[in-house]
């Protein structure tokens, strides 16, 4: 039997959720995943604007999932919580696999 959470645990986790539903955030951290990026580097591979970019990675720094480094006048960030993408992992597996069967069941109406 799993041990009762509490009212103020259940609001930490699911602020965490939060955290991970915004699609530029999960952008961040999947461009972050081989390793620590530059904010000019993440605003390229992005597509997003600088300020939008250092928002989301401020937001996240918060958080905890990712982490800062100062060089000179370049902010360099990395993830700061690996196991974020275990939760992502999870996810994109369990939403591939949906989407196989809608294919598949999609695929059926098609044939005579």
Known sequence: ????????????????????????????????????????????????????????LSTLRTHGLVKRRQEGNMAYFSIGAPFIFDVCSSVCDSMKDEWEQRTSLLGQFGQP
Request: glycine share 4%; charged share 25%; aromatic share 2%.
């Open 1 to 56: 039997m799993q041990p009762t959470m509490s009212d103020e645990m259940l609001e930490l986790i699911a602020q965490r959720f939060r955290l991970l539903s915004d699609p530029m955030r999960l952008r961040i951290l999947h461009q972050l995943q081989n390793g620590e990026r530059s904010v000019t580097e993440l605003v390229e591979a992005t597509g997003a604007s600088q300020p939008n970019v250092s928002k989301h």
